[in-house]
């Protein structure tokens, strides 16, 4: 079957860097997405990996080893308003997008 | 600005009393989704349409069906909604399906079934 783990919540500081990882195994690869959702809003485009290595844009940056089957996410200098779930999401054979549960990420001051 | 549009936001209906949801898109996408999202799940595809080619998920209950009139507009209907049904109904559009293209979502209608 085709699945994808990631942590269900993690907690960091404000002005800190956290690192969010997604684990992956599908029926074909067709790259991996990463998506922010705010509570009870929809979810929004963060980064796209289909090549492995590192993908950078602003304070997130996103990494991927398609051999390992895994990518993180990673917020620099972060801000409460990234209070947020993360949804990882990899496009299979079929170009059908299997979603992660998202990892609920909590800033504390 | 291009956008993918939901109404109602919030919807509120008893059981088994049908409703209809709708998205509109101003991106001139060909492909669109409806999916449903319970809290702190994943969201689950129910259907998608390139342009006006159906594609039913093995497992979306019969209970649900779409419509896609024209390439703008999508309609998710529930014939008779059950308590089962209370989640976050989520439209998003792509360029196309046959390609690794972003899908690009509208802000959702939160459903409650009574």
């Known amino acids: 079957g085709q699945n994808i783990d990631q942590p269900t919540e993690m907690t960091a500081t404000e002005g800190a860097i956290v690192q969010i990882n997604c684990t992956y195994q599908?029926?074909?690869?067709?790259?991996l997405f990463w998506y922010q959702q705010h509570a009870g809003e929809a979810p929004t485009f963060l980064s796209y990996?289909?090549l492995d290595g590192l993908e950078e844009k602003g304070r997130f940056s996103s990494f991927l080893s398609r051999s390992k089957g895994y990518s993180y996410l990673l917020l620099k200098e972060l801000q409460m308003k990234d209070s947020a779930s993360y949804l990882c999401?990899?496009?299979?054979?079929?170009?059908?997008?299997?979603w992660g549960a998202g990892t609920k990420l909590i800033i504390k001051p | 600005d291009a956008m993918v549009i939901q109404n109602p936001r919030y919807q509120v209906t008893q059981f088994g009393k049908p409703v209809t949801l709708s998205c509109s898109q101003t991106?001139?996408?060909?492909?669109m989704y409806w999916y449903q999202q319970k809290s702190s799940q994943a969201p689950k595809l129910l259907f998608h349409?390139?342009?006006?080619?159906?594609?039913n998920e093995a497992d979306t209950p019969d209970n649900f069906q779409s419509r896609r009139p024209n390439t703008s507009f999508c309609f998710l209907d529930i014939r008779s909604p059950g308590l089962g049904d209370t989640a976050m109904y989520l439209c998003?559009?792509?360029?196309?399906?046959?390609?690794?293209?972003?899908?690009?979502f509208g802000p959702g209608t939160r459903l409650t079934v009574l």
């Open positions: 599908t029926s074909g690869f067709n790259g």
């Open positions: 998003a559009t792509s360029r196309t399906s046959g390609g690794a293209d972003t899908q690009y």
């Open positions: 990996n289909v």
């Open positions: 999401a990899v496009m299979d054979s079929n170009y059908q997008l299997i």
């Open positions: 991106l001139n996408h060909n492909v």
């Open positions: 349409y390139y342009d006006k080619d159906f594609n």
